[in-house]
């Protein structure tokens, strides 16, 4: 019922910024929590942030906490995760998420997933 597609990867170095994008398709998307995860080889998928699809509020894993900003703009079916000050410990592949959920921190509590985008952060 969703379809996302992750883009804004990419090498960066360390003090630096992205802004990945997480576009969506699907009649109902407005109304589904949004996520970003990551992970890297031979490490569990790990929670980066979230955005509730009741009110828009939002959600960090403590680490990325005062770095990145997620937010979304449900006119365009998309959701943005902005990152700045990067270390070279962000580097991994990110993934989005929908939830039917209003949202969640929990990869199995995630319906739909994108492909992933690649992020590394040189030192």
């Known amino acids: 019922q969703v379809q996302l597609v992750e883009s804004g990867g990419g090498l960066v170095q360390t003090g630096g910024s992205l802004r990945l994008s997480c576009a969506g398709s699907?009649?109902?998307?407005?109304?589904?929590?949004l996520g970003w995860f990551r992970q890297t080889p031979g490490k569990e998928r790990e929670f980066v942030a979230a955005?509730?699809?009741?009110?828009?509020?939002?959600y960090y894993a403590a680490s990325v906490k005062g770095r990145l900003t997620i937010s979304r703009d449900n006119s365009k079916n998309t959701m943005y995760l902005q990152m700045n000050s990067l270390k070279p410990e962000d580097t991994a592949v990110y993934y989005c998420?929908?939830?039917?959920?209003?949202?969640?921190?929990?990869?199995?509590?995630?319906?739909?997933w994108g492909h992933g985008t690649q992020v590394t952060v040189s030192s």
């Open positions: 998420a929908a939830t039917k959920l209003g949202w969640s921190s929990r990869s199995d509590e995630h319906n739909y």
């Open positions: 955005i509730s699809g009741i009110d828009s509020s939002t």
């Open positions: 699907g009649r109902s998307f407005s109304t589904y929590g």
